[in-house]
């Protein structure tokens, strides 16, 4: 499977949008599969794709694909292996893509967040290498 990163679009041939059962054609059938319903939110599924690094969220009534998260180092962004990258490489990438807008932030668990609203993307650091990416439409 092509693991290129679309910013705001999908990754490779996963298209934000798409119902689960398009997504199940193109990737198979998942490892793990979560139901979540909260009252206060949209439900939500999700398909765990462990041997790739891939958790695709699906949500609303009609569940459509809405979140990607991506821990595979077979991925690229702007034509850049990006696992192979740091932090300040990966902003410099971003940045020069014209994504200025950034937040960092250390999560309760122990990861480092970037983020790039202007993108819907974060970044994922432990102890400095980049661990997972989450991207939205």
């Given amino acids: 499977m092509e693991l290129t990163i679309n910013i705001k679009q999908g990754l490779g041939g996963l ?24 009252a206060a939110d949209e ?17 609303g009534e009609n569940p459509q694909l809405a979140c990607i998260d991506v821990a595979n180092e077979d991925c690229t962004l702007f034509g850049e292996e990006i696992f192979d990258l740091d932090e300040r490489q990966i902003v410099q990438l971003m940045v020069k893509n014209n994504y200025t807008e950034q937040d ?34």
């Fill in 15 to 38: 298209q934000f949008q798409m119902p689960v059962e398009e997504v199940v054609a193109l990737m198979g059938t998942a490892d793990e599969v979560e139901n979540i319903d909260n």
């Fill in 43 to 59: 439900p939500t599924t999700v398909l765990h794709y462990n041997k790739l690094g891939i958790t695709l969220f699906f949500e």
């Fill in 104 to 137: 960092a932030d250390e999560e309760d668990w122990g990861e480092r967040r970037i983020s790039f609203p202007e993108g819907n993307i974060d970044f994922y650091f432990d102890e400095g290498d980049l661990v997972s990416i989450i991207l939205g439409a």
